[in-house]
């Protein structure tokens, strides 16, 4: 089995006028594309009165051996999601960089704890879907939970013959010093 497996998607994202009137723009992933085009950056796709649509591609869908519990999680639940995952940024036409797109919902909360840019949970694509089962299918069954035995503690021996000061007969006891 392989450590990782990496699988790549493009992201189409929409921006429509708020309907508030202290309102800006209001941006939103749309869809997952499977077979992305390489665009080397947004590239506006579609443009209406109501909205215009970007899309950006390749970005890179990555598995790791060690994260197996995290996708069970996710697709043991009704709707298995993809995260798409957007940082701030100060460009134009898109004012978002691409951080990642995730299966992980452990790391997707994460990012979305921390309060910046944009993180939006979207359904996985039944390609992908397959393609994550498969992985799963290979790894090994995890390693049952075994208490460890504890290991008795010597204690040192004290040197330069002071006796320790939380010991019995150590300076606190009598604390003679108390001034």
Known sequence: MEVEITRHVGIVLEKRKSTHRWGGDIWTPVAILVDPPQTGGWQEIETGEERRLFQYGPVALTLHRKMGEAYDANIETENP?????????????????????????????????????????????????????????????????????????????QKFGKIPIFEQGGRREGDEHDG
Do not use: N
């Open 81 to 157: 999601a993809l995260w798409v995952m957007l940082d701030d940024a100060d460009t134009e036409p898109v004012p978002y960089k691409v951080r990642g797109v995730t299966v992980d919902p452990y790391e997707a909360m994460g990012v979305l704890d921390s309060g910046e840019g944009l993180v939006e949970r979207m359904p996985v694509p039944v390609e992908i879907l397959h393609w994550m089962v498969d992985y799963l299918k290979q790894m090994p069954d995890p390693e049952k939970f075994r208490k460890r035995r504890r290991v008795s503690h010597k204690t040192e021996e």
